[in-house]
């Protein structure tokens, strides 16, 4: 089986780098959920992983959470 050449737009490279961090300091926490930090609101690390998130899903274009 030969493996399929993937290529990631700059929004999934920043997708992937924010999920790193935050895994990183999931991990330095020692907590599997970022809902068990005491640091959940008030999280930068956390809230640029949402809006990395975000931007993956609409390519940087803008908009709302519309479903």
Do not use: H, P
Not at 41 to 66: H, I, Q
């Amino acid at each position: 089986m030969e493996k399929e050449n993937i290529v990631l737009d700059e929004w999934q490279l920043a997708l992937k780098q924010k999920t790193a961090e935050l895994k990183a300091c999931q991990q330095e926490r020692q907590i599997q959920s970022c809902l068990k930090c005491d640091k959940l609101l008030a999280c930068e690390l956390r809230d640029a992983y949402v809006k990395a998130v975000y931007d993956s899903m609409n390519k940087g274009t803008g908009g709302g959470f519309e479903f």
